[in-house]
């Protein structure tokens, strides 16, 4: 089997006694998990990479009492589940220890939320990932990050009935990745052009994934699919080749965006507006209503958002932006 194949994670072999003698070696850990653009316009749930901000905070300890708690969540405005069977970090570290054999471990979570929810940033990826590295860490790294992938895919399935790979895969690994299949999980890193950085905008109106999902069309034209994996080999190409031109040219998506580009204010104005002040591409992070444009160096990055949130702000739409080079570490402890 070659590198980049996946066991799916009940597959995977654990030594429940290596297992236990390195979790007593840590505590209590802090970590942080990127937000990540998926789809990239035209890989919709197979492309996606991270970005350095925003991102979560988790918070974990171990207990002596088995199970896993919630213990607080902050940033949230009360709009997220202390129940550690709803919540998406809890869940998901629950099914990471069923899995390595660990039921009789007891943890405690924080949770604090530094990014906004339903923004299209992956914002419950970075928490899941938080989470799972945390419990990751902890148990002494019996997991590598690759075998992570499938315990916060349950995760994005709790949060929005679909087990997408596309934000967690990013967040996890870092850069930019390709889901190449599913089933069987195949996740490839791919290599980030040196000097890229992402501009973003999030309009601050609410769509959820959930719903965003719900409106696209499960039947596509065969012309279209055509000039999509057109488009994903020509963008999977340009990163390889360093090509920006050629990156550019393949963030064109002609199967989703028509739909959902309705639900963001201002949408085809931004996109002007990102193209006329030198961006490389433009299009919708994940399901919006954020949306993000790729350019060659931070400044250009500045300029559009700047100039993106001045019109959002005259359409009386409130908006946050953020500017980021590509994220290559995925979580890190902090
Ligand atoms: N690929 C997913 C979607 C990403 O577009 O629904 C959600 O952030």
Same mark, same amino acid.
Request: glycine share 10%; hydrophobic share 40%.
């Given at each position: 089997?070659?590198?980049?194949?996946?066991?799916?994670?009940?597959?995977?072999?654990?030594?429940?006694?290596?297992?236990? *003698?390195?979790?007593?070696?840590?505590?209590?850990?802090?970590?942080?998990?990127?937000?990540?653009?998926?789809?990239?316009?035209?890989?919709?749930?197979?492309? &996606?990479?991270?970005?350095?901000?925003?991102?979560? +905070?988790? !918070?974990?300890? %171990?207990? /002596?009492?088995?199970?896993?708690?919630?213990?607080?969540?902050?940033?949230?405005?009360?709009?997220?589940?202390?129940?550690?069977?709803?919540?998406?970090?809890?869940?998901?570290?629950?099914?990471?220890?069923?899995?390595?054999?660990?039921?009789?471990?007891?943890? !405690?979570?924080?949770?604090?939320?530094?990014? $906004?929810?339903?923004? &299209?940033?992956?914002?419950?990826?970075?928490?899941?990932?938080?989470?799972?590295?945390?419990?990751?860490?902890?148990?002494?790294?019996?997991?590598?990050?690759? +075998?992570?992938?499938?315990?916060?895919?349950?995760?994005?399935?709790?949060?929005?009935?679909?087990?997408?790979?596309?934000?967690?895969?990013?967040?996890?690994?870092?850069?930019?990745?390709?889901?190449?299949?599913?089933?069987?999980? /195949?996740?490839?890193?791919? $290599?980030?052009?040196?000097?890229?950085?992402?501009?973003?905008?999030? $309009?601050?109106?609410?769509?959820?994934?959930?719903?965003?999902?719900?409106?696209?069309?499960?039947?596509?034209?065969?012309?279209?699919?055509?000039?999509?994996?057109?488009?994903?080999? &020509?963008?999977?190409?340009? %990163?390889?080749?360093?090509?920006? /031109?050629?990156?550019?040219?393949?963030?064109?998506?002609?199967?989703? !965006?028509?739909?959902?580009?309705?639900?963001?204010?201002?949408? +085809?104005?931004?996109?002007?507006?990102?193209?006329?002040?030198?961006?490389?591409?433009? &299009?919708? *992070?994940?399901?919006?209503?954020?949306?993000?444009?790729?350019?060659?160096?931070?400044?250009?990055?500045?300029?559009?958002?700047?100039?993106?949130?001045?019109?959002?702000?005259?359409?009386?739409?409130?908006?946050?932006?953020?500017?980021?080079?590509?994220?290559? +570490?995925?979580?890190?402890?902090?």
């Amino acid at each position: 089997m070659s590198n980049n194949n996946l066991n799916l994670a009940d597959d995977l072999a654990i030594d429940p006694e290596k297992a236990k *003698s390195q979790s007593e070696k840590l505590g209590a850990i802090r970590v942080f998990a990127p937000a990540t653009v998926a789809n990239v316009v035209c890989g919709f749930d197979v492309l &996606g990479f991270a970005v350095n901000e925003p991102g979560d +905070e988790v !918070e974990m300890r %171990l207990t /002596d009492t088995p199970g896993v708690v919630i213990k607080r969540i902050t940033g949230d405005d009360g709009r997220l589940p202390l129940d550690a069977a709803k919540n998406t970090v809890s869940a998901s570290v629950q099914h990471y220890l069923q899995h390595v054999n660990r039921l009789d471990v007891g943890v !405690e979570i924080e949770l604090h939320k530094k990014m $906004p929810i339903g923004s &299209g940033l992956g914002s419950s990826s970075a928490s899941t990932v938080a989470g799972l590295f945390a419990i990751n860490k902890l148990m002494g790294d019996l997991l590598s990050p690759k +075998e992570l992938v499938p315990f916060a895919m349950k995760g994005e399935e709790l949060a929005c009935g679909y087990g997408h790979a596309d934000n967690v895969a990013p967040a996890i690994l870092g850069g930019f990745v390709l889901v190449r299949s599913y089933e069987p999980l /195949d996740v490839i890193s791919l $290599p980030t052009p040196a000097g890229m950085y992402a501009a973003i905008v999030y $309009p601050e109106v609410d769509v959820p994934t959930k719903d965003a999902r719900q409106m696209i069309r499960s039947k596509v034209l065969l012309k279209d699919a055509v000039t999509q994996w057109g488009n994903v080999a &020509g963008l999977v190409s340009g %990163l390889f080749m360093n090509d920006f /031109d050629l990156i550019g040219r393949s963030m064109k998506d002609v199967l989703v !965006e028509p739909t959902r580009s309705i639900l963001i204010p201002g949408f +085809e104005e931004m996109r002007a507006i990102a193209m006329e002040n030198g961006a490389i591409g433009f &299009g919708i *992070s994940g399901s919006g209503p954020s949306v993000f444009a790729l350019t060659k160096d931070e400044g250009t990055a500045k300029k559009i958002t700047k100039a993106q949130q001045q019109h959002l702000h005259k359409i009386n739409i409130n908006s946050k932006a953020y500017v980021s080079s590509v994220n290559a +570490e995925g979580p890190r402890v902090i």
